[in-house]
């Protein structure tokens, strides 16, 4: 595994997009894999559109030992056939701490997600052993970046479209919002530090704050004066199937809101340890915002 060649599945991911910059940076060749055909005649970066009958393509040729998986974790079973061809012996996965935040949601279908997360990761984890490949489980937090994530992004369009933002309460859970830049050098990172192998690890932001400390710094990042508006419970309810019949609100659940006032934190230190990785507090460039 001493060759910089790497394997990339949901290369044009958020993350994906930032972990081929760095990897392009660092004369990594990439073997990137996408659901979609992308076109690119990038010298280092050699795509392939990925589908059932991937594995059976590509069973004369052998590809990366080292592998990074940022497309859906849940994904990732279907395309054991693919990494077994190619020859893989090492893969760094993207999971959620979404598997223990939303594994008690007031909401089945997030709780139906937690369940998958969890599944797939001891899938993943059965596997891997028992072929032989080495594998690290990365559960990021709250990622945020480049204006098109589906966190804070929304939030600031949210914002830019209504001139406020509501809150359940005091919001006071805590936070700890991690950039898709710091996502992608941890993938890295946890790859190339070959010592580190079968774990599983929580991956956190350089900072702890509320939610709505959170919010504010999105308000000030726009320009504009914090303005939220306070809504109890039982209107959050009333008012979220309103919310629904809007395309980009429709994901928007009671379940989130209530979550305002839960502390989703997760100790990431012994990542931080093992990976000797520093994560950024939470500060928001103009690039990492929605155009107005």
């Known amino acids: 595994m ?14 994906g997009a930032c972990i081929l910059r760095q ?18 005649n990038h010298e280092q970066i050699n795509w392939a559109q990925l589908n059932p009958m991937s594995a059976r393509h590509d069973q004369n040729k052998h590809g990366p030992a080292m592998w990074i998986c940022i497309a859906p974790i849940w994904t990732l079973p279907e395309h054991f056939p693919l990494l077994r061809t190619q020859g893989a012996q090492r893969i760094v996965v993207l999971s959620s701490t979404s598997r223990f935040s939303k594994a008690e949601s007031s909401d089945t279908g997030e709780q ?10 001891k899938t993943i984890k059965i596997w891997a052993e028992e072929h ?33 933002f509501p809150l359940l309460g005091s919001a006071d859970g805590l936070r700890q919002p ?17 010592n580190i192998k079968n774990r599983s690890y929580n991956l956190t932001g350089g900072e702890t704050l509320t939610y ?5 710094r999105v308000f ?13 419970r039982g209107l959050f309810q009333l008012t979220i199937p309103v919310l629904n019949r809007l395309p980009r609100y429709r994901h928007w659940t009671a379940a989130m809101a209530e979550r305002m006032n839960r502390n989703l ?9 093992d990976l000797r990785f520093r994560p950024g507090s939470f500060i928001l460039s103009k690039a990492d915002l929605p155009p107005e």
């Open 212 to 216: 709505q400390e959170m919010i504010d």
């Open 132 to 164: 032989g490949i080495e594998w690290i489980i990365l559960r990021p937090t709250l990622i945020y970046g480049l204006g098109c994530d589906k966190n804070i992004s929304e939030i600031a369009r949210f914002i830019l479209r209504f001139g406020f």
């Open 2 to 15: 001493d060759d910089k060649h790497v394997g990339v599945l949901g290369a044009t991911s958020l993350v």
């Open 112 to 121: 139906g997600i937690a369940q998958r997360l969890a599944g797939a990761e």
């Open 23 to 40: 990897l392009v940076s660092e004369q990594w060749q990439i073997s990137a894999f996408s659901r979609s055909p992308v076109q690119s």
């Open 220 to 232: 000030s990042a726009l320009n504009k004066r914090p303005r939220f508006i306070r809504i109890p």
């Open 178 to 194: 991690i950039h898709a830049k710091d996502v992608a050098t941890a993938c890295i990172l946890a790859l190339q530090t070959l």
């Open 265 to 273: 934190v997760f100790d990431s230190i012994n990542l931080q340890q």
